[in-house]
């Protein structure tokens, strides 16, 4: 059944609650006393998630490539930009590096503090290597301290 209910953080909400009648009761005077609604809960959660951490919005790529054991902010994923916000543990760049280097034989050129930048310098590598009419399709790559493309 359904139940309006209003939680202790003063908020309303309707809750879809299963089982005996006194169970439910229960259950409704525990939100009454105890209970955060879900909005409430997704902001406790955000703060405790950000202890220690910075907040950085970055592309679901870089999230998933080199974050993915970090916490996101809920309901933060763009998907039109394909961004998310991910709380990064304070010093954890210091530790993963990614590097512009030579695909075909992992000879590093420069490093890069994100992927996104990564790219950019790529473009702007591959510009200059047309001006120079030496250009290569496919020549640049990002890899990883052990040399694995990030790409």
Not at 43 to 72: F, L
């Given at each position: 059944?359904?139940y309006?209910?209003?939680?202790?953080c003063?908020?309303?909400e309707?809750?879809?609650?299963f089982?005996?009648?006194?169970?439910r009761?229960?259950?409704?005077d525990?939100?009454?006393?105890?209970?955060?609604?879900?909005a409430?809960?997704?902001?406790?959660?955000?703060?405790?998630?950000?202890?220690?951490?910075?907040?950085?919005?970055?592309?679901?790529r870089?999230?998933?490539?080199?974050?993915?054991e970090?916490k996101?902010?809920?309901?933060s994923?763009?998907?039109?930009?394909?961004?998310?916000?991910?709380?990064?543990?304070?010093?954890?760049?210091?530790?993963?590096?990614?590097?512009?280097?030579?695909?075909e034989?992992?000879?590093r050129?420069?490093?890069?503090?994100?992927?996104?930048?990564?790219?950019?310098?790529?473009?702007e590598?591959?510009?200059?290597?047309?001006?120079?009419?030496i250009?290569?399709?496919?020549?640049?790559?990002?890899?990883?301290?052990?040399?694995?493309?990030?790409?």
């Amino acid at each position: 059944m359904k139940y309006n209910v209003k939680f202790s953080c003063g908020h309303e909400e309707v809750v879809e609650l299963f089982g005996k009648y006194a169970d439910r009761e229960s259950k409704i005077d525990y939100y009454q006393n105890y209970g955060v609604c879900s909005a409430c809960y997704r902001e406790q959660k955000a703060i405790e998630y950000s202890i220690g951490c910075e907040e950085r919005t970055m592309s679901y790529r870089e999230y998933k490539t080199n974050y993915a054991e970090c916490k996101t902010k809920p309901e933060s994923y763009d998907g039109i930009n394909k961004t998310i916000v991910v709380y990064v543990p304070k010093g954890k760049n210091k530790d993963h590096h990614i590097y512009v280097a030579c695909k075909e034989t992992g000879d590093r050129i420069t490093e890069v503090s994100t992927i996104e930048e990564g790219l950019a310098v790529i473009k702007e590598y591959e510009k200059s290597d047309k001006a120079e009419d030496i250009y290569t399709e496919g020549f640049y790559d990002l890899i990883d301290e052990n040399r694995i493309s990030v790409l």
